[in-house]
């Protein structure tokens, strides 16, 4: 049961190359989330999905791209990575349960930009 | 989405039950309340949540106000792996399913 998994774990880019990170879950939940976590500082979305195919923005989405074709992959892509996308990125799922949106989620990326 | 307050830190002697305030006034109607905790450099992990009524599960027990401005998390015997960053989240249906997540607060349990 691997439940959420996240890829790269970590990763060390340059700034303006293009990067994507991955996230695949086996719940076959329907919601899907990126979050962006800055040292010392809670988390921020950055794009969620309700479905495949179905993508909206979250607090920060500037910089960043999101597509969804299969319910269980929510690839996040940094189309020109900056300095100040140095984070740790994480994904979450969630279940639509009798209206309830608790979020399970994964080990997280860490992203260096130099 | 409603906001929460919490404080920043709090300090639990092992095996004593921690109790994590939150105050979320401005939450509406259809809203829940949720708990979710951060140990260092790992994922957040959901804990509980609760609508209006009091709720417990195996890792902890929800307070929740009868006007539902304030709730309590309740770890009943707190070990020294129950130190972690503790958010209270409001949101659900109103959101489209988003929780904003704040600064939590920083729970320390000393042996």
């Known amino acids: 049961d691997a439940g959420i998994t996240q890829s790269p774990r970590y990763k060390i880019t340059e700034t303006g190359r293009q990067v994507t990170l991955m996230c695949h879950q086996t719940w076959s939940h329907s919601y899907m989330f990126w979050y962006r976590q800055d040292l010392g500082h809670g988390l921020r979305l950055i794009y969620y999905s309700a479905a495949a195919d179905i993508t909206d923005k979250g607090e920060v989405p500037d910089g960043y791209v999101v597509s969804r074709s299969k319910t269980e992959n929510f690839p996040l892509t940094l189309e020109s990575a900056t300095r100040s996308q140095t984070s740790v990125y994480f994904c979450?799922?969630?279940?639509?349960?009798?209206?309830?949106?608790?979020?399970?989620f994964g080990p997280g990326t860490r992203l260096t930009v130099t | 989405d409603a906001k929460t307050t919490q404080p920043t830190s709090m300090d639990c002697a092992e095996g004593r039950a921690a109790n994590l305030p939150c105050n979320h006034s401005t939450i509406s109607g259809n809203e829940y309340v949720y708990w979710y905790r951060q140990i260092h450099s790992q994922g957040p992990q959901y804990i509980i949540h609760g609508l209006k009524n009091n709720e417990t599960n195996e890792m902890a027990s929800l307070i929740i106000t009868e006007d539902r401005k304030s709730s309590t998390l309740i770890l009943p015997h707190a070990t020294l792996r129950d130190t972690a960053v503790y958010y209270c989240?409001?949101?659900?249906?109103?959101?489209?399913?988003?929780?904003?997540f704040g600064e939590g607060t920083q729970l320390t349990v000393n042996p």
């Open positions: 979450a799922s969630s279940p639509r349960d009798r209206g309830s949106y608790e979020q399970y």
């Open positions: 989240i409001v949101g659900g249906e109103t959101s489209g399913s988003r929780l904003t």
